[in-house]
């Protein structure tokens, strides 16, 4: 599981009033919420976010509202991971069960800087800068994360482990 | 061999083992699974499961709450959708439009006991900790997976034991002990931890207090927070016959991770101020702060008790020319008790709003969305940067006392010029 792209860097404790303000929530369509993602940390993500892009922040990432649609609208801006120093605990299991690569460091963020271009490493445990100049380790996520994500997400985890119940 | 912590035993038990350490990875059956109108998405990804209804459908809870009454036709259509699929699946425990907040429903109507495990698909779910159980927040598509197995996978937490010594003095609340450990974690201070409360004084803080206390637990990171059933929950609960045993606390030999003895005396009323929980200072200290609107309601203060103490403050007095004081009860019994003690008649005699049972602006849905550059004082639980409306206006958080004393005054302003007597 790699992921290459360039890096949107955010500081501590980034809310998901922030990745996703309240307001948006009445309507669930994902390409409406990833036309508001990260709006409450910074007005031009929404419009200059690339397929494949890197968030790269501090610690706490999540915090706040257990609403999924935070990483409905960052998945669907086409971030490919976000690499954090921590992670509140339900955007976590969230990114997990929905199936976008969340991966602690404790380096990544001091690091790293806004634009750079890097590849994410799960199997080295490292993230690099493309021009091989910098490195961050990463704590790869634990088995049964890497398990639901290397599925697709926890639908099609649970759904393979009832297969095999019902077979 | 050690004592077990209330949140292992707890987990032991939902997990059909003998006994778990924290640090285990366990597999739990929750006793109750909550979601508000995001059943809507929980419904989505559960459909894919292909089956017909939830594991167990007398264990799901579903309550609107979060935009009611609907504030946009979208909302209204999700709505319509969650009442159709919950009386398809044959889901008993449901919730319209004005009977309350969902963490209130659960403590309030008994549908969570000492010792259960709650999950629920909004943050707050750790507020049933009030009466003894361990409650935490996921997403809804993880609520779907519960609804399809009837279980989840959970990791046990380590546990900081808070305990309370000493009374708390004139005008202040279960609130300011949460504000004031908001300014000493932070808002990660206790990620992935339980906040256990304890120590004799604990029979002062009343259920309702409790809610406060376990409420707020989540927005310093907490995975969940217990205070364990004791002589003030049994006498809040007599038909549950059988007083509250061993398996809802926690051994005398337990490991925590921390034990903190918290002076009750020492703590004054409180204010968060923007954008941040842990900003927390003195109310003096925010005393030039001037307010366009007060709330009280939401999961965290909209129960009788913050209702009763607002009516102690407003009562005989007006708000404030050109203030808005807005009041959402938690639940359609606190707005029918309240009805009754006269409170509401208070309120609205002192010129406040009163709006439905539900969450209320706290959210930024609906029901006083806070214009560019406006500040409101709120007795809710979050004060992030554009969570009410605009990103440019302000939030600071205080109890309700705080909230009305502020609302009379135009500014925020010190509860205990206003409650001058012991309530």
């Known amino acids: 599981m790699t992921s290459e792209g360039r890096v949107w860097k955010f500081g501590d404790d980034v809310n998901t009033d922030m990745i996703i303000p309240g307001r948006y929530l009445d309507r669930y369509d994902p390409k409406h919420l990833a036309s508001h993602a990260m709006e409450g940390a910074d007005k031009d993500f929404a419009s200059k976010v690339r397929p494949d892009d890197i968030v790269i922040a501090g610690k706490n990432f999540g915090c706040g509202s257990s609403r999924e649609q935070a990483v409905v609208a960052l998945k669907e801006s086409g971030v490919s991971a976000v690499i954090a120093k921590s992670f509140a605990r339900i955007f976590y299991r969230n990114a997990i069960n929905l199936g976008l690569l969340v991966i602690a460091s404790d380096s990544a963020a001091e690091v790293f800087k806004d634009g750079d271009m890097v590849a994410v490493d799960l199997g080295g445990s490292a993230v690099r800068s493309k021009d091989g100049t910098k490195m961050a380790p990463l704590h790869k996520p634990p088995e049964r994360a890497m398990a639901i994500l290397r599925a697709g997400g926890l639908i099609p985890y649970i759904k393979s482990s009832l297969g095999r119940e019902v077979g | ?423």
């Open chain 2, 1 to 423: 061999m050690s004592g077990r912590t209330v949140a292992e035993k707890i987990l032991a038990r939902a997990s059909g083992l003998d006994s778990v350490r924290a640090g285990e990875v366990v597999e739990a059956s929750p006793d109750l699974v909550l979601s508000h109108e995001n059943t809507f998405l929980v419904d989505r990804s559960f459909s894919e499961f292909g089956l017909s209804r939830p594991w167990d459908p007398d264990r799901v809870v579903v309550v609107l709450d979060h935009r009611t009454p609907a504030n946009t036709a979208e909302t209204a259509r999700v709505h319509a959708k969650i009442r159709e699929t919950v009386k398809r699946m044959g889901i008993g425990k449901f919730f319209d439009v004005g009977q309350g907040i969902c963490h209130q429903l659960l403590v309030e109507q008994k549908l969570v006991r000492p010792g259960g495990l709650v999950v629920g698909a909004d943050s707050h779910t750790s507020t049933a900790g009030a009466v003894g159980a361990f409650g935490t927040g996921l997403g809804a598509t993880e609520v779907a997976g519960v609804w399809a197995t009837g279980r989840t996978w959970l990791k046990v937490p380590e546990t900081m034991r808070i305990n309370m010594v000493g009374h708390l003095n004139r005008a202040v609340f279960p609130k300011d002990i949460a504000l004031h450990l908001a300014s000493k974690l932070g808002p990660s201070g206790a990620d992935y931890k339980c906040i256990e409360f304890g120590g004799m004084f604990l029979f002062d803080i009343s259920i309702s207090g409790r809610m406060v206390l376990c409420n707020m637990a989540v927005e310093m990171g907490a995975k969940t927070a217990i205070v364990p059933a004791d002589a003030t929950f049994a006498a809040w609960s007599p038909e549950c016959k059988e007083p509250p045993g061993d398996a809802c606390r926690s051994d005398p030999d337990a490991r925590f991770e921390s034990t903190t003895d918290l002076e009750m005396e020492r703590i004054t009323p409180l204010v968060s101020g923007p954008h941040r929980i842990e900003a927390v200072r003195s109310v003096e200290e925010f005393g030039d702060v001037r307010i366009d609107q007060a709330f009280i309601g939401t999961c965290t203060n909209g129960r009788l008790e913050d209702l009763i103490a607002a009516s102690w403050v407003l009562k005989g007095n007006r708000i404030a020319p050109g203030v808005r004081l807005i009041v959402s009860p938690a639940s359609r019994t606190v707005l029918a008790d309240a009805l009754d003690m006269g409170v509401i008649q208070t309120i609205v005699n002192a010129g406040g709003t009163i709006l439905p049972p539900g969450c209320g602006p706290c959210l930024g849905a609906h029901e006083g969305v806070l214009g560019p550059g406006e500040v409101c004082i709120s007795s809710g639980n979050r004060n992030f940067r554009g969570r009410m409306g605009s990103d440019e206006a302000e939030i600071y958080l205080a109890s309700p006392a705080t909230v009305a004393a502020s609302a009379i005054e135009g500014k925020v302003a010190d509860p205990r010029r206003w409650l001058t007597v012991d309530l």
